[in-house]
């Protein structure tokens, strides 16, 4: 008879180790880079809704809105990262960064960012400063990123009381309006895309036109709009209306009622009406029913909020047509694109144009929000947890390995759990298998057929 001892299967220090290792390295490449990746691939451009009415199959035109990025100053003295709100800001503008290098990745064919790019742009004072501002701005969203067949995407901007101020205030700097200018571009834009007219307007400024109009008490009708101002801008793409659907961009919102609803995709609350030093949280109720007369859009996107929000404005019929049905205008709203404490997630938004002389029977125009991960929140709920295990695993483990130790010094065997597989032949040659049930002795113990769990061959 012969017996063949077991392989005992174990684990040994090393071997938890360079497992703990593995894991933790996977999980931060995928919570430091994979989940961006992961978020923005499952939210897919809109174009389905356009291609089912099959009259067209022609790609639509890809536009990406980014809405409140707000990168900080580098020049204002900041907290230490070894504290927390240092680490904290840290955490986040390395977030919005990995969130536009994860987003360079989709086909976008234009880039809209919806105003406060910079979130103390009017109040820095000198050039240079606001050189190592810029600097960092495009160190967070470079440009060269995105490319569209080894040609680079169109970028638009739009300004937002943060990047040029809005109201008068001894804080702002005088330089505030040229400066965005020099960097971002002009402050009205008209673009044109697939045959619609994009109006990107300055809404700050617009804000700013009504106050003084208001003020001297004159109705749209018989004011004289400032030279090259919003409301001068706004009669210059009426003009555009008769012949390309018109899509408005502005950072403020236009106005609604306090009681409106934002729709199922907002987080918390609504917009209400609210103005204060810099800010204005809605466009006035006679500028809003203005812009919307005069342009009659076939959609709108604002921002500033930080929150996701849907509204849609009803217009009475036109002056050219009394009789006609009323228009409803949809406004959305876009989500911040870097975390703010107002929201639980960050996100943007994805815009498809196509054409109006190729899908005459179908919708032009079709949007989708996506959100982006909340790197705090990632930190808050899967790494300290998951360090906080790892650390009573290797403590339970480290306390295993020493009383193993112990135990064998002292001339017995480790305690630990083991299966062995001890195979038996028997005279006819005929193998079987069980599992042993017999307690390792120390080595001067005699072993002998009558021991307990083991046994007996047969007789020849």
């Known amino acids: 008879m012969r017996v063949q001892r077991g392989r005992r299967f174990s ?59 707000q990168i900080r100053n580098p020049s204002l003295p900041s907290p230490s990262r070894w504290t927390w709100t240092g680490w904290r800001q840290s955490v986040l503008d390395f977030s919005t960064k990995k969130s536009w290098n994860a987003l360079s990745r989709t086909n976008a064919d234009v880039v ?54 809005l109201g008068k205030s001894i804080y702002y700097t005088k330089n505030a309006r040229r400066e965005y200018v020099k960097h971002f571009g002009a402050l009205n834009q008209k673009v044109y895309v ?42 210059t793409v009426r003009e555009d209306t008769n012949r390309y659907p018109v899509i408005l961009f502005s950072h403020i919102p236009l106005g609604r009622p306090d009681t409106a609803s934002c729709g199922p995709l907002r987080e918390k609350g609504t917009i209400l009406r609210g103005v204060g030093p810099s800010y204005q949280n809605t466009i006035g109720k006679q500028i809003t029913n203005y812009v919307l007369e005069s342009l009659r859009p076939s959609m709108v996107f604002s921002a500033d909020d930080r929150d996701y929000c849907e509204y849609t404005h009803i217009l009475p019929p036109s002056d050219g047509n009394p009789a006609g049905n009323k228009t409803h205008v949809r406004e959305v709203t876009v989500k911040s694109f870097s975390f703010a404490k107002t929201i639980r997630y960050p996100g943007y938004h994805l815009l498809s144009v196509q054409s109006a002389s190729t899908s005459q029977s179908g919708p032009t125009l079709v949007d989708r929000p996506c959100s982006l991960p909340n790197p705090l929140l990632i930190y808050s709920s899967s790494y300290i947890p998951l360090m906080f295990l790892s650390l009573l695993i290797l403590l339970a483990s480290e306390w295993h390995f020493n009383r193993t130790k112990h135990l064998r010094l002292s001339g017995f065997s480790s305690p630990r759990l083991s299966i062995s597989t001890i195979p038996f032949t028997d005279t006819n040659g005929s193998s079987f298998y069980r599992l042993s049930q017999h307690t390792p002795q120390p080595e001067s113990a005699v072993w002998s057929p009558s021991t307990p769990g083991m046994r007996q061959p047969s007789p020849q």
């Open 11 to 69: 684990l040994t220090r090393s071997a938890l180790l360079n497992g703990f290792r593995v894991f933790w390295f996977g999980f931060v490449l995928w919570a430091e880079i994979g989940v961006y990746f992961y978020k923005v691939a499952s939210c897919s451009w809109p174009d389905r809704t356009l291609r089912s009415d099959g009259l067209s199959s022609d790609r639509p035109t890809h536009v990406l809105l980014i809405a409140d990025p």
């Open 112 to 165: 809209i960012f919806l105003g406060d790019m910079l979130a103390s742009g009017r109040v820095v004072p000198a050039e240079d400063e606001y050189m190592r501002y810029m600097e960092k701005f495009w160190d967070v969203f470079p440009p060269e990123r995105f490319r569209r067949r080894k040609s680079p995407v169109p970028i638009y901007f739009i300004p937002g009381n943060e990047d040029i101020g």
């Open 194 to 235: 697939r045959n619609h007219t994009f109006a990107l307007l300055n809404a700050p400024g617009l804000v700013d036109e009504d106050y003084q109009r208001a003020g001297r008490n004159i109705g749209y009708k018989y004011w004289e709009p400032v030279p090259g101002g919003p409301v001068s801008f706004i009669e």
